[in-house]
């Protein structure tokens, strides 16, 4: 098993550019989120993803959009960057685990790591 | 504000001791509290867990206390050895469980 992919590992954006940043798992996990890590902030959840057409706001959504079409992928796109955007950006899925709980034991991605200039 | 509140920012400890990682949260909703290992250039991995029904989790190593009362958990680690050293985050969740919130991380050295 590959695990969570993301691509690509860096980026350099311009102020105004749109992109996309790709993840992808292949352990069937249903929960799959994405957030952002900033110096002294910890992760920030952006969006997250109960399966496959749900979506929901986190709590840094802004400037963010995300789809789930199937059970794998989990694309999120910034619109318009801008120079705050700047930041590592996490994906992560995961099963209930033994709580129950969608977020218990999430297995994150490798990070991609975004300048926006 | 943070809800979730890792105020030292960095620890130094001597391999072979105890490494203590101290976590405040201010939501009394939160119920299920986690720790995460992160070593640079890779993504977090789930370390231990703990439900609020429980004041503490042991797994090999690693042990996590909670005192719901104080809001306030704490991770430690015996003995420390040098591949600990990473950042800890810990995260909290409420019983819908759908959102995590991460404290800003406690950078950990383990000296040789």
């Known amino acids: 098993n590959a695990g969570v992919t993301q691509t690509p590992k860096f980026q350099v954006l311009k102020t105004g550019q749109s992109m996309t940043l790709q993840c992808a798992q292949d352990m069937n996990h249903e929960y799959m989120s994405w957030y952002r890590q900033d110096p002294g902030m910890g992760l920030r959840l952006i969006h997250y993803s109960v399966g496959a057409g749900i979506t929901d706001q986190g709590e840094v959504p802004n400037g963010y959009n995300v789809s789930r079409s199937t059970t794998e992928d989990f694309p999120l796109r910034l619109l318009s960057a801008a120079p705050s955007q700047t930041s590592v950006y996490f994906c992560?899925?995961?099963?209930?685990?033994?709580?129950?709980?969608?977020?218990?034991?999430?297995?994150f991605g490798p990070g991609t790591r975004l300048t926006v200039l | 504000d943070q809800q979730v509140k890792q105020n030292s920012p960095s620890l130094s400890v001597q391999e072979g001791r105890i490494s203590i990682l101290n976590c405040d949260y201010t939501?009394?909703?939160?119920?299920?509290f986690l720790w995460y290992k992160k070593y640079p250039a890779e993504g977090p991995t789930f370390l231990i867990s703990?439900?609020?029904?429980?004041d503490k989790n042991e797994d090999g190593r690693f042990t996590v206390f909670l005192n719901k009362s104080a809001k306030h958990l704490s991770l430690h680690i015996v003995p420390s050895q040098p591949g600990d050293s990473a950042v800890y985050f810990c995260a909290a969740s409420d019983n819908a469980g759908n959102m995590l919130t991460f404290g800003g991380g406690t950078r950990l050295m383990v000296k040789p």
């Open positions: 703990i439900s609020s029904i429980k």
């Open positions: 939501n009394s909703m939160f119920d299920y």
């Open positions: 992560a899925s995961s099963y209930s685990g033994a709580s129950g709980l969608s977020t218990d034991t999430q297995y």
